[in-house]
């Protein structure tokens, strides 16, 4: 039988099994545990991420939610290996492991090079600044000292040409959860940082101006008026596009400058949250949203 067992019990025939049903069903049971546990790392996976969050947020309690990624993992694998890949992603869990107090904030891994914290420290800032200053030292452990020197790899394509790939890096955005703000992890709402120089361009000459996802460069001459008045043109309606598309989606959105007070503005989504619940069950306003 070559793909295929009998089944017997004690000396008795109970019946006849194939390999790909026992493959399956080893996979299926990878696939679950995994959800419990990540394999690589041993971290909790999304079941139990899901069930602290839940438990948080039922309990009204102030935390802070913080992605974690790995970015960038193409290079090394291509040049050292999947092998080394790992590795530095196990490394990259520890360290995550660290920025947490023991027995009040939660690390989980999601899957591949993400991470998830729910961090209940006050002193939650200063514990992600430790986090990325201290990246560098996992870098050193995994990556070969001519590409840190570089500053990227390079890997032979299959015709012979190098190309090259830039370092690992980690990327982490933290996002602070007021009691009451949200009810359910299922709750949608998109957080959007921007630039005040993207709505409207200063005018300081002839600048170089480069993708930040392609690289390329042009050069851009910002003293030209009519230019200026093109570019504030562009970016208005791709504002009104962005907003059509939250109001759409029935998504509320978060939107921080990068020179906004971070806290100012979480607590003022806060409130404006808050004011539409009350209004939709018919309540009254707070004194202080009153007088807004």
């Given at each position: 039988m070559a793909d295929g067992f009998v089944i017997v019990s004690s000396g008795r025939y109970l019946g006849m099994g194939a390999s790909s049903d026992v493959m399956r069903s080893?996979?299926?049971s990878r696939v679950l545990a995994a959800r419990y546990t990540n394999p690589l790392t041993l971290l909790p996976g999304q079941v139990p991420i899901n069930e602290h969050l839940d438990r948080l947020l039922a309990g009204r309690v102030p935390f802070t939610a913080w992605f974690i990624e790995v970015d960038q993992m193409r290079g090394l694998n291509d040049s050292e290996g999947f092998v080394t890949g790992d590795a530095l992603i196990h490394s990259t869990a520890r360290l995550?492991?660290?920025a947490c107090a023991h027995g009040i904030d939660f690390a989980g891994h999601v899957t591949g090079s993400r991470f998830?914290?729910?961090v209940q420290s006050g002193d939650w800032r200063e514990r992600a600044?430790?986090?990325v200053a201290r990246f560098p030292e996992v870098i050193e452990a995994h990556v070969?000292?001519?590409a840190r020197e570089r500053g990227y790899f390079t890997v032979k394509r299959?015709?012979?040409r190098d190309y090259v790939r830039p370092l690992p890096k980690l990327v982490v955005g933290i996002l602070p959860v007021l009691p009451g703000v949200f009810e359910s992890r299922h709750e949608v709402v998109a957080v959007r940082l921007y630039d005040r120089l993207e709505m409207e361009l200063p005018d300081l000459g002839v600048v170089v101006m480069q993708d930040a996802e392609t690289g390329d460069q042009v050069l851009v001459d910002t003293h030209d008026r009519r230019f200026r008045k093109r570019f504030a043109e562009a970016a208005a309606r791709r504002e009104e596009d962005v907003r059509a598309s939250f109001r759409k989606a029935g998504v509320d959105a978060l939107e921080l400058?990068?020179?906004?007070?971070l806290t100012d503005a979480i607590l003022r989504f806060a409130?404006?949250?808050k004011r539409r619940s009350q209004l939709a069950a018919g309540g009254s306003l707070p004194p202080h949203l009153e007088q807004a």
């Open positions: 080893l996979q299926s995550v492991e660290s998830v914290l729910l600044e430790k986090l070969p000292v001519n299959r015709d012979g400058a990068t020179d906004d007070n409130d404006l949250r």
